[in-house]
């Protein structure tokens, strides 16, 4: 049964702030702040992480730094930083796009983390940060996750986290030259109180050993 938006009004634009985690902190992308640690992070540890994204990689300093500087500036994607809390290094980015007020939908998306971030506690928290700002801080009805068809990796993450997979765009868009067929994910409010207890119960202090290992898997805990 449909829900009834009889009384439905557009949601807020996302307002661009610094939203707070247990392992890391998400602060709005700024080119000067966040560049070095960046480039460090996310330059030859791990060739993969540029082959299906629009850009990337980077060869030279000045280059990036246009590049970051010009994601600071936008609104819409809007780019956070992925910021370690115990250490304050920056080790990653990621972004709202596609910000629908009107329809309450918003994706995330041009997530880059870097050797140091990929499958860490901090990683999950990122996503749970943003998830839980745009639903539950914001009311939005819709939160998407889209990536290349091919990009096992982005498609396992999706899963993991609680996205649904909702079909396959066929020929959606040319990348680097290359076609695209497009993985369409999405979680919508109605699921989004059982996900948000599990990615909490996940995240918890009681749910890592004492070498830092996860006790209980994330979908174990989303039943």
């Known amino acids: ?11 807020p634009f996302p307002p661009h702030e610094i939203l707070q985690g247990r392992f890391i902190r998400l602060e709005p992308l700024d080119a000067t702040r966040h560049g070095d640690d ?27 730094d246009a590049w970051l500087a010009g994601n600071a500036d936008s609104r819409d994607p809007q780019f956070y930083a992925v910021v370690e809390q115990s250490s304050s290094r920056t080790l990653g980015l990621l972004a709202y796009l596609r910000i629908t007020p009107k329809d309450g939908c918003i994706e995330l ?21 943003l ?5 539950d ?12 068809s091919r990009n096992a990796r982005s498609r396992r993450a999706a899963e993991r986290f609680g ?3 909702e079909g396959l765009f066929r020929q959606h868009m040319v990348v680097k030259g290359q076609n695209r067929d497009t ?13 948000c207890e599990a990615f909490q119960r996940w ?14 898997r994330l979908e174990e805990l989303r039943g």
Request: aromatic share 18%; glycine share 6%; hydrophobic share 40%.
């Open 203 to 216: 995240l918890a202090a009681d749910n890592f050993d004492a070498a830092g290992r996860q006790i209980r």
């Open 38 to 64: 960046l480039w460090q992070e996310l330059q030859g540890p791990d060739p993969a992480l540029w082959d299906y994204l629009p850009y990337g990689p980077f060869t030279e300093r000045a280059a990036f």
């Open 163 to 165: 996205f649904h997979y």
């Open 1 to 11: 049964m449909s829900a009834d938006l009889s009384q439905w009004q557009p949601r």
């Open 131 to 135: 998830a839980r700002h745009a639903f």
């Open 183 to 195: 993985a369409w994910y999405a979680l919508i409010d109605s699921e989004w109180p059982q996900c």
């Open 109 to 129: 998306g041009h997530v880059a983390f870097g050797r140091a971030m990929q499958r860490t506690p901090g990683a999950t928290e990122a996503v749970f940060l």
């Open 137 to 148: 801080e914001l009311g939005y009805r819709r939160f998407e996750w889209k990536c290349n």
